[in-house]
């Protein structure tokens, strides 16, 4: 049985891969190992089946990522995900079984039990981010941290702890957050040039707007969702994610449990975001009804076996309505 430290070592081109549902911990933990890793004179490569949205664009390195699995390598790094679901692209192009012929290493930090079933090594370990992942295993390796390294691992720890304030922000990753200042990292330089990027076309506003007026609610107004239409994502969802236009402010309305987002796609795919308020901690096993995971207080699923969208939709409502009240009668 290998380590993950002998298959890096003995490793010289590395490709490092993110699932089809990007995010900013997933993003700047690759980048993380892309920077530790070329320090230790590995030829790393960038790997996502999807383009990066443009939010995490203001990482610096976000163009480094292509979206073909590259011909040669000696090692596989799939980074913030352990569900087999979320590599589709890869299977869907048949690169997946080429991906298999190759050792592969998981860091991942969700709950949820893995359901890739060919990595060597699966270091999955409950934590704020991925990137806290990393910067452990650079501690206990003796791995180099670059600077730049540090500030990715910063990102990725303000990304998933929506800036060190959400459930599983721990007392640890503020430990790493100190002692990545200690190693220069600025905060203030980090979140200014995430506002830059997250500065919005004004017909995003507008658009913003439309979709606030569609908000409805069921469980006596514990539950506010949204459905979004195909034809809305494709205009607008290469400027923004027409869900995370509004999910925030629906979980944000007075006497709301949980805010659900559903988009349609034309080949029948149907998604779901879940985000929960502190107390009511249903999203992943709401979503694992669907095949889906992630956190207690965020989570998503996709459905494709053809159920339209109001099916998906009424499913998903009853699953949260089922979850809520096993929360309650956990809770007396
Ligand atoms: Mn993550």
Avoid at 166 to 190: C, F, N, Q, W, Y
Avoid at 320 to 325: K, N, P, R, V, Y
Wanted: proline share 4%; with cysteine; hydrophobic share 40%.
């Amino acid at each position: 049985m290998k380590t993950l430290q002998s298959l890096i070592n003995e490793a010289k081109k590395i490709v490092v891969l993110q699932a089809d549902n990007p995010d900013g911990d997933s993003l700047a933990s690759s980048l993380a190992l892309e920077a530790i890793l070329s320090d230790m004179d590995k030829d790393v490569i960038l790997y996502c089946g999807v383009d990066m949205p443009g939010y995490l664009r203001y990482m610096k390195g976000s163009d480094r990522v292509v979206k073909i699995l590259p011909k040669t390598f000696d090692l596989s790094i799939i980074v913030d995900t352990s569900s087999l679901l979320l590599l589709e692209t890869l299977q869907k192009s048949n690169e997946l079984g080429w991906l298999k012929t190759k050792p592969c290493i998981i860091i991942d930090h969700h709950a949820t039990e893995s359901t890739i079933d060919f990595a060597a090594v699966e270091h999955i370990k409950p934590a704020v981010s991925t990137g806290e992942l990393i910067y452990d295993l650079c501690k206990d390796n003796d791995w180099p941290l670059p600077l730049d390294a540090a500030e990715h691992i910063a990102s990725s720890i303000m990304s998933d702890s929506l800036g060190f304030i959400s459930e599983s922000t721990s007392a640890d990753s503020m430990r790493i957050i100190a002692e990545l200042m200690d190693k220069g990292v600025s905060l203030a330089k980090l979140d200014a040039a995430r506002r830059e990027y997250q500065k919005k076309q004004p017909e995003l506003l507008t658009y913003k707007s439309e979709l606030l007026k569609r908000v409805k609610y069921s469980e006596d107004k514990a539950v506010a969702y949204i459905t979004i239409p195909w034809k809305e994502i494709e205009k607008y969802s290469p400027l923004y994610n027409p869900s995370m236009l509004v999910i925030d402010e629906m979980r944000q309305v007075i006497g709301v449990k949980v805010a659900v987002a559903l988009k349609s796609y034309p080949d029948g795919r149907v998604t779901a975001k879940l985000r929960a308020n502190y107390g009511f901690p249903v999203c992943d096993k709401a979503a694992e009804q669907f095949g889906g995971g992630g956190h207690p207080y965020a989570s998503g699923f996709r459905v494709t076996d053809g159920s339209s969208t109001d099916d998906v939709l009424a499913k998903c409502l009853q699953a949260i309505s089922d979850e809520l009240a096993k929360a309650k009668k956990d809770n007396q």
